[in-house]
């Protein structure tokens, strides 16, 4: 098995330039997934007439925002799907010299 020089991947400015738009591409999409997930209970709290609105027969629009979490949901496993596809061939490439292209 070979050895991996750490030090020198975290050195690398790929691993640098990985690390940061990684955490900046998860940071954004977990503060609007939990500003997203809160603002249900908020909106039921404070917003009661809002969330009383009919839409159709007895749907109303908090239950329709409520539903909307699961579409939010999906929709960011998606995002995060297509966008770990970039990171993943950037890590490839990163690991690859690592190792002295022997991978």
Do not use: C
Request: net charge positive; no cysteine; glycine share 6%.
């Amino acid at each position: 098995m070979a050895s991996i020089d750490w030090a020198a991947i975290h050195a690398d400015s790929r691993f640098q330039e990985l690390y940061r738009r990684k955490s900046r591409f998860l940071w954004g999409l977990m503060i609007f997934a939990v500003v997203y997930y809160f603002a249900l209970p908020l909106g039921a709290a404070y917003f009661t007439e809002l969330f009383k609105v009919k839409v159709y027969g007895p749907i109303n629009v908090g239950l329709l925002f409520a539903l909307s979490q699961f579409i939010v949901a999906w929709g960011i496993a998606f995002i995060y799907s297509r966008k770990a596809q970039a990171f993943d061939a950037l890590a490839a490439e990163i690991t690859r010299s690592a190792l002295g292209g022997r991978k």
